[in-house]
């Protein structure tokens, strides 16, 4: 799929591939961190995500990742993380290829 062609939800998915848990080898996306992508007036864009723990000592990086990446994109006029533990992460929340690839299958 060309870039031309690609959605804006699409890019914003493509560009959370590439943010990665330093304690787990798999992309934000598939282990579930991320809740909520909002692709509001202007295409400000809001996303609802949380982490693999409350007391991730990289919370600050993941999330400033997610935020220079995503306003990164052209279109996008601004940025707004949300971190939230409600509900809290657990490995169910996971694709099924993140479940595979990490054993828990």
């Known amino acids: 799929m060309s870039e ?19 304690e787990i080898p798999v992309n934000i996306l598939e282990l579930g961190l991320v809740y909520e992508i909002r692709i509001g007036e202007n295409n400000r864009i809001g996303i609802t995500m949380t982490l693999t723990a409350p007391g991730c000592p990289v919370a600050g990086d993941i999330i400033r990742e997610v935020d220079e990446k995503v306003r990164d994109i052209d279109g996008v006029s601004d940025v707004d993380v949300t971190l939230t533990f409600d509900p809290p992460w657990n490995k169910e929340m996971m694709s099924e290829e993140a479940r595979l690839e990490l054993g828990f299958m």
């Open 4 to 22: 031309n062609t690609m959605t804006l939800r699409d890019r914003i998915e493509e560009v959370l591939r590439t943010v990665y848990d330093p």
